[in-house]
């Protein structure tokens, strides 16, 4: 067994993990944002011995405010249609990139992202009327899953940011993640059989459960990424990019022996690559 002592590198440690929860793309913090967490860096251990935990709530209310500030300059870049003919370069993958040093900064990667996102819906065959509207409803869900954030959830984030650096198989459930934990245990659901999970603005999945529907279909593969949902063969698909997991999961569930449809952005491709729907037939 390994004996953690909660002491100064544990507080670390959490605190790492805590900031890569909410901001792991690095794309809302800015780096003097981060400069000043670190006043928090060796004080979590003692944090987490009292009730108070104003610090990990402050900290969040910060981020809120930066996805607000993204999400806001985004909607006013969808004004424009982009100039698709310039050569630019986006990057997905931000983990190890720098924190952004100011404002503009962040601006040019959001104008680059939202770039690729219209990118990505014209090579769907999308004009510019129907991508400005499909960006307009992702980016305002978006922003108004974070409104719906409450304490619970944060307190989730930061119990589960303190569980994993004791032990990553260790994870701390809020009490409605409890109760769906126990709905999911007891089998007294209808769904796909696969373990999902909210990677950026995607539902990711985790793994396919064995003996369920989507393990019997062998279609869906983990670290997939489901984008839209429909209800039956002929349901029209809904976007989901940027919805609480929650609420996917309730659109994915349904009665017994009905299908559901996923479209899927396969495992290892690229926002843009082509997408494929998958039809699931619901059971126990």
């Known amino acids: 067994y390994s004996h953690t002592k909660v002491d100064n590198s544990f507080s670390s440690q959490v605190l790492d993990r805590y900031i890569k929860s909410m901001d792991n793309n690095r794309m809302y913090f800015l780096e ?5 967490f670190e006043k928090h860096r060796y004080s979590i251990d003692d944090m987490v011995r009292t ?24 909607l006013d870049l969808l004004e424009i249609e982009p100039d698709f003919d310039t050569n630019e370069i986006y990057i997905f993958d931000r983990e190890k ?40 409803k992702r980016y305002n869900r978006f922003k108004k899953r974070m409104d719906q954030i409450n304490s619970d959830d944060v307190f989730q984030t930061f119990m589960n ?4 650096s004791l032990d990553p198989h260790s994870n701390y459930l809020s009490p409605r993640n409890s109760e769906e934990y126990q709905i999911q ?13 909210t990677e950026d603005d995607y539902v990711l999945v985790v793994n396919i459960i064995p003996g369920g529907p989507a393990a019997i279909d062998g279609l869906l ?3 997939d990424r489901i984008t839209a949902v429909g209800q039956g063969l002929e349901g029209e ?9 929650d609420d996917v999961v309730q659109l994915i ?17 690229l926002p843009g690559s082509e997408e494929k729907i998958l039809n699931i037939t619901r059971s126990p």
């Open 253 to 269: 569930r349904g009665p017994a022996e009905t299908v559901v449809k996923l479209q899927i952005l396969a495992s290892g491709k």
């Open 32 to 36: 003097s944002d981060i400069n000043d």
């Open 51 to 74: 009730p108070l935990l104003n610090p990990i709530f402050e900290m969040f209310s910060i981020y809120r405010d930066r996805v607000r500030e993204r999400y806001d300059f985004a």
């Open 185 to 197: 245990m007891s089998l007294s659901y209808f769904g796909i059989g696969a373990t999902l999970q």
């Open 221 to 223: 593969k983990p670290n």
């Open 237 to 245: 698909m809904i976007d989901v990019i940027g919805w609480r997991l």
């Open 161 to 164: 940011s303190l569980s994993n």
């Open 97 to 136: 990139s720098p924190w952004a040093k100011s404002k503009n900064e962040l601006d040019e990667i959001w104008r680059l992202r939202v770039k690729n996102d219209a990118l990505n819906l014209a090579l769907a065959e999308k004009d510019w009327t129907e991508t400005q509207d499909i960006l307009q």
